[in-house]
């Protein structure tokens, strides 16, 4: 099992910056995928982006491609999401996910999850 602690979440307006950061502990950080998923009040839980063990593939949602950037440091365990042009819509509960098996949107792949950090983007 992997432990997994988020942070950088907080209040921007719309068309700010955030990175989000989430530290790994407990297993070979470079074996796992891992992935960002969100979750805004009252709405299911949400693919965001996702990245390969070794970082050489990532993949998107189509509403945050061109503003997310996914990337990992496997020396420091940590994946991180950089988010630019944030928009109210963005709001949500941000979380770190991880899965030894592959880079995937399936939010069912994903057998370990973090905390959570909430993003707000007001207009």
């Known amino acids: 099992q992997v432990q997994l602690v988020e942070s950088g979440g907080g209040l921007v307006q719309a068309g700010g910056s955030l990175r989000l950061s989430c530290v790994a502990s407990g297993r070979t950080f470079s074996s796992l995928h891992m992935g960002w998923f969100r979750q805004a009040p009252r709405k299911e839980r949400e693919f965001v982006a996702a990245?390969?063990?070794?970082?050489?593939?990532?993949y998107y949602k189509d509403s945050v491609e061109g503003r997310f950037t996914i990337s990992r440091d496997n020396a420091k365990n940590t994946v991180y999401l950089q988010m630019n042009s944030l928009k109210p819509e963005d709001t949500a509960v941000y979380y770190c996910?991880?899965?030894?098996?592959?880079?995937?949107?399936?939010?069912?792949?994903?057998?370990?999850w973090g905390q959570g950090t909430q993003v707000t983007v007001s207009s």
């Open positions: 990245i390969s063990r070794t970082g050489g593939n990532t």
């Open positions: 996910a991880a899965n030894p098996q592959y880079a995937t949107s399936l939010i069912s792949i994903y057998n370990s």
